[in-house]
T-cell receptor, first 116, second 115 residues
Protein backbone atom coordinates (compact mmCIF):
# COMPACT_ATOMS: atom_id res chain seq x y z
CA UNK A 1 0.00 0.00 0.00
CA UNK A 2 1.36 3.40 -0.97
CA UNK A 3 2.12 5.85 1.80
CA UNK A 4 1.49 9.57 1.91
CA UNK A 5 2.92 11.22 -1.20
CA UNK A 6 4.19 14.79 -1.24
CA UNK A 7 5.67 16.95 -3.95
CA UNK A 8 7.95 18.60 -4.54
CA UNK A 9 10.52 17.21 -2.11
CA UNK A 10 12.59 20.37 -2.26
CA UNK A 11 11.78 23.92 -3.26
CA UNK A 12 13.97 27.00 -3.35
CA UNK A 13 12.36 30.37 -3.96
CA UNK A 14 13.08 34.03 -3.42
CA UNK A 15 11.19 35.93 -0.78
CA UNK A 16 7.88 37.45 -1.82
CA UNK A 17 7.34 34.67 -4.38
CA UNK A 18 4.38 32.31 -4.08
CA UNK A 19 4.85 28.57 -3.49
CA UNK A 20 2.55 25.56 -3.34
CA UNK A 21 2.91 22.09 -1.90
CA UNK A 22 0.86 19.06 -2.86
CA UNK A 23 -0.16 16.04 -0.79
CA UNK A 24 -1.87 12.78 -1.68
CA UNK A 25 -2.94 10.86 1.45
CA UNK A 26 -3.11 7.12 1.97
CA UNK A 27 -6.05 5.68 0.09
CA UNK A 28 -9.16 5.59 2.25
CA UNK A 29 -7.90 8.07 4.80
CA UNK A 30 -10.47 10.77 5.45
CA UNK A 31 -8.39 12.99 7.71
CA UNK A 32 -5.49 15.01 6.36
CA UNK A 33 -3.03 17.18 8.25
CA UNK A 34 -0.41 19.77 7.35
CA UNK A 35 2.44 20.25 9.80
CA UNK A 36 5.32 22.72 9.89
CA UNK A 37 8.69 21.49 11.13
CA UNK A 38 11.40 24.03 11.86
CA UNK A 39 15.00 22.88 12.07
CA UNK A 40 15.73 21.04 15.29
CA UNK A 41 12.12 21.03 16.43
CA UNK A 42 9.14 18.75 16.40
CA UNK A 43 6.32 19.24 13.89
CA UNK A 44 3.51 21.67 14.68
CA UNK A 45 0.02 21.37 13.28
CA UNK A 46 -1.05 23.98 10.74
CA UNK A 47 -4.40 22.63 9.62
CA UNK A 48 -6.53 19.48 9.80
CA UNK A 49 -9.16 18.38 7.28
CA UNK A 50 -11.99 15.96 7.81
CA UNK A 51 -12.87 15.10 4.22
CA UNK A 52 -13.23 18.50 2.51
CA UNK A 53 -13.79 20.49 5.69
CA UNK A 54 -11.02 22.33 7.54
CA UNK A 55 -11.93 21.52 11.15
CA UNK A 56 -8.83 22.89 12.87
CA UNK A 57 -6.98 25.79 11.23
CA UNK A 58 -6.28 27.81 14.36
CA UNK A 59 -2.50 27.61 13.84
CA UNK A 60 -2.55 28.55 10.16
CA UNK A 61 -1.24 32.11 9.51
CA UNK A 62 -4.13 33.11 7.32
CA UNK A 63 -2.61 36.35 6.08
CA UNK A 64 -0.23 34.45 3.82
CA UNK A 65 -1.06 30.75 4.09
CA UNK A 66 -4.00 29.00 2.50
CA UNK A 67 -4.98 25.40 1.99
CA UNK A 68 -7.59 23.44 0.16
CA UNK A 69 -8.70 19.85 -0.13
CA UNK A 70 -10.98 19.55 -3.09
CA UNK A 71 -13.03 16.34 -3.33
CA UNK A 72 -11.70 15.23 0.04
CA UNK A 73 -8.57 13.53 -1.30
CA UNK A 74 -5.54 15.53 -2.43
CA UNK A 75 -4.61 18.75 -0.70
CA UNK A 76 -2.59 21.84 -1.56
CA UNK A 77 -0.90 24.21 0.87
CA UNK A 78 0.05 27.62 -0.48
CA UNK A 79 2.16 30.48 0.80
CA UNK A 80 1.86 33.89 -0.80
CA UNK A 81 4.06 35.80 -0.44
CA UNK A 82 6.82 33.72 1.13
CA UNK A 83 9.04 35.22 3.81
CA UNK A 84 12.52 34.22 4.95
CA UNK A 85 11.08 32.76 8.15
CA UNK A 86 8.97 30.30 6.18
CA UNK A 87 12.02 28.19 5.44
CA UNK A 88 11.17 24.84 7.00
CA UNK A 89 9.90 21.35 6.21
CA UNK A 90 6.19 21.06 5.47
CA UNK A 91 4.84 17.65 6.36
CA UNK A 92 1.58 16.11 5.30
CA UNK A 93 -0.04 13.30 7.29
CA UNK A 94 -3.23 11.30 7.03
CA UNK A 95 -5.34 9.04 9.22
CA UNK A 96 -8.43 6.92 8.77
CA UNK A 97 -10.76 9.42 10.39
CA UNK A 98 -12.90 6.83 12.10
CA UNK A 99 -15.76 8.48 13.95
CA UNK A 100 -15.35 8.33 17.71
CA UNK A 101 -11.88 6.82 17.66
CA UNK A 102 -8.33 8.10 17.77
CA UNK A 103 -6.42 7.15 14.67
CA UNK A 104 -2.70 6.98 14.15
CA UNK A 105 -1.29 9.60 11.82
CA UNK A 106 1.01 8.50 8.99
CA UNK A 107 3.40 11.03 7.54
CA UNK A 108 4.80 11.78 4.12
CA UNK A 109 8.45 12.62 3.40
CA UNK A 110 7.84 16.35 3.55
CA UNK A 111 8.73 19.31 1.36
CA UNK A 112 11.84 21.21 2.37
CA UNK A 113 11.33 24.89 1.55
CA UNK A 114 14.20 27.35 1.38
CA UNK A 115 13.35 31.03 1.01
CA UNK A 116 16.26 33.22 -0.11
CA UNK B 1 -2.17 22.76 28.27
CA UNK B 2 -0.20 19.86 26.90
CA UNK B 3 3.55 19.59 26.64
CA UNK B 4 6.15 16.98 25.79
CA UNK B 5 9.74 17.22 26.96
CA UNK B 6 12.61 15.24 25.50
CA UNK B 7 15.51 16.43 27.58
CA UNK B 8 18.15 14.57 25.59
CA UNK B 9 18.95 16.59 22.50
CA UNK B 10 21.63 14.24 21.21
CA UNK B 11 22.81 10.77 22.17
CA UNK B 12 25.78 8.96 20.68
CA UNK B 13 26.43 5.26 21.29
CA UNK B 14 28.53 2.49 19.85
CA UNK B 15 26.83 -0.31 17.99
CA UNK B 16 25.38 -3.07 20.20
CA UNK B 17 24.99 -0.77 23.17
CA UNK B 18 21.55 -0.37 24.73
CA UNK B 19 20.12 3.14 24.73
CA UNK B 20 17.09 4.73 26.40
CA UNK B 21 15.35 7.82 25.08
CA UNK B 22 13.43 9.76 27.70
CA UNK B 23 10.02 11.37 27.27
CA UNK B 24 8.09 13.31 29.92
CA UNK B 25 4.65 14.70 29.21
CA UNK B 26 2.18 17.11 30.80
CA UNK B 27 -1.57 16.97 30.41
CA UNK B 28 -4.69 17.68 32.43
CA UNK B 29 -6.77 15.13 30.57
CA UNK B 30 -7.37 11.71 32.04
CA UNK B 31 -7.66 10.21 28.57
CA UNK B 32 -4.74 10.75 26.27
CA UNK B 33 -2.49 8.94 23.81
CA UNK B 34 1.27 8.75 23.53
CA UNK B 35 3.28 8.05 20.40
CA UNK B 36 6.84 7.53 19.29
CA UNK B 37 7.97 8.36 15.76
CA UNK B 38 11.33 7.86 14.06
CA UNK B 39 12.63 10.40 11.54
CA UNK B 40 15.59 9.07 9.52
CA UNK B 41 17.67 11.40 7.32
CA UNK B 42 15.18 10.87 4.48
CA UNK B 43 12.78 13.05 6.47
CA UNK B 44 9.69 10.87 6.70
CA UNK B 45 8.24 10.38 10.18
CA UNK B 46 7.80 6.65 10.77
CA UNK B 47 5.23 5.53 13.32
CA UNK B 48 6.64 3.19 15.97
CA UNK B 49 4.11 2.81 18.75
CA UNK B 50 0.97 4.22 20.29
CA UNK B 51 -0.28 3.87 23.86
CA UNK B 52 -3.45 5.09 25.55
CA UNK B 53 -3.51 6.41 29.10
CA UNK B 54 -5.37 3.39 30.45
CA UNK B 55 -2.85 0.85 29.26
CA UNK B 56 0.31 0.94 31.32
CA UNK B 57 1.60 -2.39 30.15
CA UNK B 58 5.12 -2.20 28.86
CA UNK B 59 5.60 -3.34 25.31
CA UNK B 60 8.40 -5.07 23.50
CA UNK B 61 8.77 -5.31 19.75
CA UNK B 62 11.99 -6.96 18.69
CA UNK B 63 14.85 -4.77 19.88
CA UNK B 64 12.45 -1.97 20.85
CA UNK B 65 10.71 -1.65 24.21
CA UNK B 66 8.63 1.05 25.82
CA UNK B 67 8.11 1.82 29.51
CA UNK B 68 4.97 3.82 30.29
CA UNK B 69 4.68 5.13 33.86
CA UNK B 70 1.74 7.40 34.66
CA UNK B 71 3.08 8.07 38.16
CA UNK B 72 6.05 9.94 36.67
CA UNK B 73 4.32 11.02 33.42
CA UNK B 74 6.98 9.28 31.40
CA UNK B 75 6.99 7.15 28.29
CA UNK B 76 10.57 6.05 27.70
CA UNK B 77 11.86 4.14 24.71
CA UNK B 78 14.73 1.64 24.85
CA UNK B 79 16.63 0.18 21.93
CA UNK B 80 18.51 -2.98 22.80
CA UNK B 81 21.69 -3.91 20.92
CA UNK B 82 21.59 -0.75 18.84
CA UNK B 83 22.50 -0.82 15.16
CA UNK B 84 23.79 1.84 12.78
CA UNK B 85 20.40 1.82 11.02
CA UNK B 86 18.82 3.05 14.26
CA UNK B 87 20.49 6.42 13.75
CA UNK B 88 17.69 8.96 13.41
CA UNK B 89 15.77 11.63 15.28
CA UNK B 90 13.15 10.14 17.57
CA UNK B 91 10.06 12.08 18.55
CA UNK B 92 7.68 11.48 21.40
CA UNK B 93 4.19 12.93 20.93
CA UNK B 94 1.01 13.42 22.96
CA UNK B 95 -2.60 13.62 21.88
CA UNK B 96 -5.19 14.76 24.42
CA UNK B 97 -8.77 13.56 24.13
CA UNK B 98 -9.92 17.17 24.29
CA UNK B 99 -7.57 18.43 21.58
CA UNK B 100 -9.22 16.61 18.71
CA UNK B 101 -6.53 14.93 16.67
CA UNK B 102 -3.81 17.47 17.43
CA UNK B 103 -0.44 15.87 18.12
CA UNK B 104 1.98 17.76 20.35
CA UNK B 105 5.55 16.70 19.68
CA UNK B 106 8.66 16.98 21.78
CA UNK B 107 11.74 18.52 20.26
CA UNK B 108 13.23 15.17 19.41
CA UNK B 109 16.36 13.26 20.32
CA UNK B 110 19.07 12.79 17.70
CA UNK B 111 20.45 9.27 18.12
CA UNK B 112 23.73 8.42 16.45
CA UNK B 113 24.90 4.82 16.50
CA UNK B 114 28.54 4.49 15.55
CA UNK B 115 30.01 1.28 14.13
Amino acid sequence: EAGVVQSPRYKIIEKKQPVAFWCNPISGHNTLYWYLQNLGQGPELLIRYENEEAVDDSQLPKDRFSAERLKGVDSTLKIQPAELGDSAVYLCASSLGSFGSVDTQYFGPGTRLTVL
Amino acid sequence: AQKVTQAQTEISVVEKEDVTLDCVYETRDTTYYLFWYKQPPSGELVFLIRRNSFDEQNEISGRYSWNFQKSTSSFNFTITASQVVDSAVYFCALMQETSGSRLTFGEGTQLTVNP
